[in-house]
């Protein structure tokens, strides 16, 4: 189980850490200070093929959540180098929104980005 955060704490950092995740004190850097987690995305990464297993959001709109499925599949995990995702199709019209499709009618099926 892998997962995706976006933290907000009111605060523009200069630098914004790309790679680690230093959440906790005593790390002083400003690119290393933690914040409220507003959106998560859980997923799983099995060969070419990452399955998003659950989400969260606390925010007033979806926006750290897009965030999170953006930094997924644009940053992390590229199609252009053959990485497949799917998810399940509740919140359906979100994932349609992220350029997320079915991938057969079948209602138990699951959406491929």
């Known amino acids: 189980m892998r997962y995706v955060q976006v933290k907000w704490d009111g605060e523009i950092y200069d630098r914004v850490s790309q790679t680690f995740d230093y959440s906790n004190p005593p790390f002083p850097d400003p690119e290393q200070r933690g914040g409220d987690i507003v959106g998560q995305i859980d997923y799983t990464l099995i ?3 990452i399955t998003i297993d659950n989400w969260s959001v606390n925010w007033r709109d979806e926006l750290p959540l ?3 499925a953006s930094y997924l599949t644009q940053c992390l995990y590229p199609g252009a180098k053959g990485y497949v995702f799917r998810v399940d199709k509740s919140a359906y019209a979100f994932w349609v ?3 997320f499709f079915p991938a057969t009618n079948d209602p138990n099926d ?3 980005g």
């Open 66 to 68: 897009r965030l999170a």
């Open 110 to 112: 699951f959406l491929i």
């Open 47 to 49: 060969g070419k093929t």
């Open 97 to 99: 929104s992220e350029q």
